[in-house]
């Protein structure tokens, strides 16, 4: 006999599925990846199963290799499953869709548009005329907490301000969901937390759902209602930790002692998944040596 299955085999999975709703917004059924290399195929994601109900903030966590960028490009629909699907709203998709809004960690403001007309930006592509797209921009300038900067360019705000351009953009057009990948990793850790605390009033005022993919646990347990750790590479969900605190949420919360065993519990899972990561790498580094 060989060794167990990791924890994310179909009765997991299905029981993670039911759990999340009953009608979820988002459906990922046995997503799959694998990438042709010069050393053959590797598999960066197996199996991944979760679903997202209408007005969640779920997060995917899990140690650098996991494949947690690889399963936001599927679903928004950058890449391509090598198997499994993705379903919104009832419909399976593939490719890019305008119910999916997205958010990366690169910056992404184009530096010769004032703010305004940087939000506006994806209503001018579909075609919405000059005057109702700047007065819906205007709406998200506001919704972000940039009233007053909507004739700056982008050299003239911060990093946090720029990137909460960045989501305010990818609002604009109301899609269903909203994914973000790593969108505070070049911010520091008070910008975060209070760009947390935003991006938390602006989903309780749309009723916005959100998948979140972060290797920052702080963040994962600020933000989120559920946590969905994977597993180092093959990504798999590990675990899924149910985050009961109350809502809203703002970033004083992060020194209560249920943040504080919460961040523990998902570190504890994490670090095991490193580990293993590191073991993996250095024994492949001491074969690559060898050759």
């Not at 009765?11 to 917004?25: E, F, K």
């Not at 991944?48 to 494949?67: D, T």
Request: a negative charge; glycine letters at 8%.
């Amino acid at each position: 006999m060989g060794p167990p299955r990791p924890p994310n085999d179909a009765t997991v999975a299905t029981a993670a599925i039911a759990g999340a709703a009953a009608c979820p917004l988002l459906l990922v059924e046995a997503l799959g990846k694998a990438f042709e290399t010069a050393e053959g195929v590797v598999t960066a994601v197996d199996g991944v199963s979760f679903a997202v109900a209408k007005g969640e903030i779920v997060s995917l966590i899990g140690p650098s290799g996991c494949g947690k960028s690889t399963v936001f490009n599927i679903i928004g629909g950058l890449t391509p499953a090598s198997e499994g699907r993705v379903v919104i709203d009832g419909e399976s998709v593939a490719g890019p869709h305008a119910a999916i809004g997205m958010v990366f960690q690169e910056e992404s403001t184009l530096p010769w548009r004032t703010v305004v007309e940087n939000i506006a930006f994806p209503l001018e592509i579909a075609g919405m005329r000059r005057g109702e797209r700047l007065e819906t921009a205007m709406e998200f300038v506001r919704l972000v907490g940039l009233a007053g900067f909507e004739r700056r360019y982008p050299a003239e705000l911060s990093g946090g301000m720029r990137q909460r351009v960045s989501i305010a953009r990818a609002l604009a057009f109301r899609p269903k969901i909203l994914l973000m990948d790593e969108p505070f990793a070049s911010l520091d850790e008070q910008t975060r937390l209070l760009l947390g605390d935003k991006v938390l009033e602006i989903q309780q005022d749309l009723a916005q759902t959100i998948l979140l993919i972060t290797h920052n646990i702080t963040e994962a347990v600020q933000l989120s209602d559920r946590i969905l750790v994977m597993s180092y590479r093959p990504g798999r969900i590990k675990r899924t930790v149910e985050i009961a605190l109350p809502r809203p949420r703002t970033s004083e919360i992060v020194s209560s002692d249920a943040f504080g065993r919460y961040v523990a519990e998902v570190w504890g899972d994490l670090r095991e998944e490193a580990s293993r990561g590191m073991r993996q790498d250095e024994r492949h580094a001491r074969e690559e040596a060898r050759r």
